[in-house]
């Protein structure tokens, strides 16, 4: 009897043992279903929730509400109610219908002010004008956000104006409870350690074997002797990602040496500077009596000659048997030591067999700050016809002067695959052009001495929306000016520079406009893939007297490509559709970017 008796405890202690963990199972495995904020006054409902970590769908736990309570009373002291209890907060729990109401209960209780903030330093003659932003918190309630904003921006103060090596440190806070006002107080201490007020003495530079010394000098743009500035220093990678030589450029570092001069180290490391793109076909003949042609494009960029930061660049492209162009660049930075920039270039395009169009142009460029450039240039350029006999009218035989300014703004912070930034140029020319023949087409009612205006303008925006994830957009227009026009004239539009999805310069307009919006994801700093969505809009106006009707249309194209960074430079590939087109249909824009 005795014996069953034990067994019968035994099995009602292992039932109920087996029931406790299968209610705490359930219990656990339940959610949130809703939440009930009481007694807040200060604070809204919503940041309340917010503080305590959880949300209707969050899953229960063990110690949930210990927890819940913790964060609420951190969030509160940080705001000044250190003396807030929420001992009435607590869960309800419905087993049956498997919910599960979380009831917030806070007693806010009375919020403590700033009396009084005591700095403690061991020179008061410079940091005493630096620091009057800590008065105005005096009788203000207690914020530890608002306290450390402040000493962030005191220490950037001291950090621009040659304290690189300050430090304001929060030492203690006292509250405490005062008889005589019947209010909550709180006294802040804060510690500066300074340090010596520095000056760059030296600039050294590590990692360059083939760029001078004094070209990376240049381009920051710091002389020795300056008061250090932490806000001057975090702009000197952007600088040297512009000149394009470099694999992304880390902040420089700051030290004193022996003797106790301040010594800022730059380091770089070089990339490939000298790029080549090219591709070359052959067309066999079609027709007996024809021979084949070669076709392609050869693009050679030297952008930092021995090193000098000298630049030239060639390019070569063959469009069909008769169409082709040339263009040759060269850049000399620093004219006579002076932050003056003198470029020259030479183009020419042979179109069809219809004329040949040569442009020769120079231009000097005022570097007026690190992202601000002003330019002035001036260009010659001649339009021959073909001398075919019996050929039909194409162009006239023309020489043009052109003169103009141009405005750029850079503030980008790499070339190749900008996070932040804008690159904004406006240019205004104005052309004075004289037609010499052909001299059977010269008629007594024609303008022999035309003037033209030009309107150039280009705005690029960059923007990280989150982690490695970029927006970018580019608005572009041109416009021309004058009586008439030639064919010669005409801006053109289509291409991996402009409208993808179509074919290199398809249309042609005395006004155009294109757009170029970007959705990017970085692979590395410099390798993305991205996708687009290109507009396109080109104008150009009748002229009935010699049989030209109005041409107008606006263009989509849209797609997807990489652009990966290789030892040869940055290589853009993207597959491109327009309008309207299958998948067949799609172009490939393909090509080295280059930044000259």
Not at 368 to 375: Q, V
Request: a negative charge.
């Amino acid at each position: 009897m005795f014996h069953n008796i034990k067994i019968f405890f035994l099995l009602l202690l292992l039932s109920s043992l087996c029931f406790g963990q299968s209610n705490t199972s359930t219990i656990t495995n339940l959610s949130i279903n809703n939440i009930e904020v009481e007694g807040n006054r200060t604070f809204s409902k919503n940041q309340i929730i917010e503080w305590c970590g959880v949300n209707t769908g969050s899953k229960i736990y063990p110690g949930i509400v210990d927890s819940i309570k913790s964060r609420l009373a951190s969030n509160f002291a940080a705001r000044g109610y250190e003396y807030a209890d929420f001992d009435g907060t607590s869960m309800e729990y419905s087993i049956d219908s498997q919910t599960v109401k979380l009831n917030i209960n806070i007693n806010e209780g009375e919020p403590s002010y700033n009396n009084k903030i005591i700095i403690s330093y061991s020179d008061s003659t410079e940091l005493n004008s630096s620091l009057t932003q800590f008065e105005f918190l005096e009788g203000e309630i207690f914020n530890k956000t608002e306290i450390e904003d402040a000493i962030i921006n005191s220490l950037s103060y001291f950090e621009d104006n040659g304290y690189p090596f300050i430090k304001l440190v929060l030492s203690s806070v006292i509250f405490f409870r005062d008889s005589v006002s019947n209010s909550n107080l709180a006294d802040i201490y804060l510690k500066i350690t300074k340090g010596n007020k520095s000056k760059i003495d030296k600039i050294e530079i590590a990692g360059n074997t083939d760029t001078k010394d004094y070209v990376i000098e240049r381009t920051l743009r710091l002389e020795t002797g300056e008061l250090y500035s932490q806000e001057d220093i975090n702009e000197l990678p952007a600088r040297l990602n512009r000149l394009s030589y470099f694999e992304p450029v880390s902040e420089p570092e700051f030290y004193l040496n022996s003797k106790n001069e301040g010594v800022l180290l730059i380091s770089v490391k070089e990339k490939q500077t000298n790029n080549f793109d090219g591709i070359i076909g052959y067309i066999p003949a079609v027709n007996p009596g024809q021979s084949g042609y070669l076709t392609g494009l050869v693009n050679i960029s030297l952008r930092n000659l021995f090193g000098t930061g000298r630049a030239a660049a060639v390019r070569w492209q063959q469009f069909d048997r008769f169409s082709q162009e040339l263009e040759l660049k060269y850049l000399e930075p620093w004219l006579f030591n002076f932050p003056f920039n003198f470029n020259g270039s030479f183009f020419q395009r042979k179109q069809d067999s219809s004329y040949v169009q040569r442009n020769l142009k120079a231009g000097l460029q005022f570097l007026a700050t690190e992202d601000i450039s002003a330019a002035v240039f001036v260009s010659s350029e001649s339009v021959i016809p073909s001398a075919l006999a019996n050929s039909p009218f194409t162009v006239y035989n023309s020489n043009a002067l052109t003169t103009g300014v141009n405005l750029t703004i850079d503030t980008r912070d790499d070339p190749y695959a900008p996070t932040a930034g804008i690159l904004f140029s406006n240019s205004y020319s104005f052309s004075r052009k004289t037609i010499y023949g052909p001299a059977k087409y010269i008629t007594p009612e024609l303008q022999t001495r035309v003037s033209f205006k030009r309107i150039e303008v280009g705005f690029n925006y960059y923007h990280e929306l989150f982690d490695r994830q970029v927006a970018a957009i580019g608005l572009h227009g041109r416009e021309l000016n004058g009586p008439s026009f030639e064919i010669s004239d005409l801006y053109r539009l289509g291409g991996t520079n402009s409208l993808r999805g179509y074919r290199e310069d398809q249309f042609l307009g005395s006004r155009i406009f294109w757009s170029n919006l970007e959705y990017r994801l970085l692979l590395t700093r410099r390798t993305f893939a991205f996708l687009f969505f290109d507009t396109g809009y080109f104008y150009r106006k009748a002229e009935p007297e010699r049989n030209i009707l109005k041409t107008e249309g606006f263009k989509i194209g849209y797609g997807l490509g990489l652009n990966i960074e290789t030892g040869l430079g940055v290589l853009g590939v993207s597959f491109a559709l327009a309008r309207g087109d299958s998948f067949s249909d799609g172009k490939i824009h393909f090509g080295l970017v280059n930044e000259f």
